[in-house]
DNA sequence: ATAGGTGCAAACGTTTTGCATTAAA
DNA sequence: TTTAATGCAAAACGTTTGCACCTAT
């Protein structure tokens, strides 16, 4: 609870008003132990079961885009219907489990940095993801 | 126009029936002499207004999953609102341009293959893909 | 004749928008 | 008090579905 400070602290620092649903939502994403990887949905249940609480739809789309643009969320690239976001932001990859449409972590230390030889004129490299997509064995692959 | 035979061919030998809307989607996809990038959206305009053609979208949609499946086409994955296929069904990596929602090949020769010491247990690899962000030099990332 | 495919419109789920209200500075 | 953020409902958008009709076999 005593976190509520800093990410006050945090937010007033990027430039972004403290306001309670804000807190709320920092509360949620930046306190577990762990990092995550979340749907705006999966958010949105978060909120409403386990804190009780209920913020807008607008409001949690503006926030978490808010919180993407600072860097303290990445977007992960999956051809799926919804985006999903990972608290973590350091330089990683992703599994992606088809059977459950769950994201695994990948460390650095189980990938191979990848080697990038060709560049494109007048633009820079933003982002190298890499995505393992993973299904079962014995699925019918068709 | 000759190769209508061979989509014909292609297409029964694949357990799909050889119809005029399938054999128009395979003459936009795959006669031209380069592979290429689409999404349903660009592929219903050009059916529309390069051939004049007006085919439902519900068979379109229909037409690219099937294909897919056989292994004709390939889903890109991108955090974007739409979904990217790619005629080339090779293995190979992509760039995607920010400014311009624009993919670009990246060949084998580019890029060094993903070295990945992680496995998981029960779950195969069925694909590994690495989508490299690129954006203008100057551009404001706020 | 009978699967399988098509077309349309309606439905769906995610994301965005407009605008009046509220809260932080 | 003024600027930013919220909430709601509506709209937008890509995609999917249901079902009657059509067409390849």
């Known amino acids: 609870m005593s976190n509520i400070s800093i990410y006050k602290e945090k937010l007033r620092e990027s430039g972004l008003r403290p306001t309670r649903q804000r807190l709320k939502i920092c509360e949620v994403l930046f306190t577990p132990e762990k990092t995550f990887h979340f749907t705006i949905n999966d958010l949105?249940?978060?909120?409403?079961?386990?804190?009780?609480?209920?913020?807008?739809?607008?409001?949690?789309?503006?926030?978490?885009?808010?919180?993407?643009?600072?860097?303290?969320?990445?977007?992960?690239?999956?051809?799926?219907?919804?985006?999903?976001f990972d608290t973590n932001v350091t330089e990683h990859h992703h599994f992606f489990d088809e059977d459950t449409n769950e994201l695994i972590d990948c460390s650095n230390e189980e990938i191979d940095s990848v080697n990038i030889k060709k560049n494109i004129t007048g633009k820079k490299i933003k982002s190298v993801e890499v995505l393992i997509k993973v299904a079962s064995d014995n699925q019918n692959q068709n």
């Open 44 to 84: 949105t249940k978060i909120i409403e079961n386990k804190l009780s609480e209920k913020i807008s739809l607008a409001t949690v789309y503006n926030t978490i885009h808010a919180f993407k643009k600072k860097g303290y969320l990445k977007e992960i690239s999956i051809n799926s219907d919804k985006s999903y």
